[in-house]
């Protein structure tokens, strides 16, 4: 098991976009079935493309020993009615530290970083991903719906499991 001792959990900025664009692809590559995207699609884009990306939300990195070995995204609803919404989304933790915690930190970083901006977060687990469906269960998530057929990749259908933390409870 990987020692995350030393683990930094930090929002990557602009001059993280090569390691953010490696990580992003490995994840299309070896999970296909936990993301909207794909390899092929954003495999094609230039690296100013997720430069952009790390603009436009707030993505975390999970560095271990000076390498990128996790990552999780957040993003704040649009418009006027869902601003007090947030998305826990792209979560991603290599193999060389899955198990080891690095994935909690990571989650907690972001509901940290959630709390000063929304009144609760929403994430989306494949429902064969126990292991996420169980951290994510120990962050305090809860089910609030299953949406089947939620993604299609040749020819097979995955099966979405809807969560949601509330931040603001026991505080109304």
């Known amino acids: 098991m990987t020692d995350i001792g030393a683990a930094q959990i930090r929002r990557l ?8 664009r490696e990580i992003r692809l490995e994840a299309l590559q070896k999970n296909p ?10 495999n ?6 997720f430069e952009a990306a790390i603009g436009r939300a707030d993505i975390f ?11 999780a995204g957040f993003s704040r609803q649009e418009g006027s009615k869902q601003t007090h919404k947030g998305r826990l ?11 080891s915690g690095l994935g909690k930190l990571l989650v907690a ?11 609760m977060v929403q994430l989306t687990v494949v429902s ?3 292991a996420a469906h169980r951290l994510y269960s120990a962050m305090g998530f809860v089910e609030y719906g299953y949406e089947k057929r939620a993604l ?4 097979r259908y995955y099966d979405d499991i809807l969560m949601v933390k509330f931040l603001d409870e026991g505080s109304k």
């Open 44 to 49: 094609a884009q230039s690296l100013s493309w």
């Open 61 to 71: 990195g999970a560095f271990l020993g000076g390498k990128l070995a996790g990552i």
């Open 152 to 155: 299609k990749q040749e020819g």
């Open 89 to 99: 989304w792209a979560m991603y933790v290599r193999n060389v530290a899955r198990g």
């Open 109 to 119: 970083a972001v509901l940290d970083h959630a709390r000063e901006r929304v009144e």
């Open 33 to 42: 079935e936990a993301f909207g995207s794909t390899f092929e699609r954003e």
């Open 13 to 20: 900025g602009p001059a993280d976009a090569a390691l953010y």
């Open 128 to 130: 064969e991903n126990e």
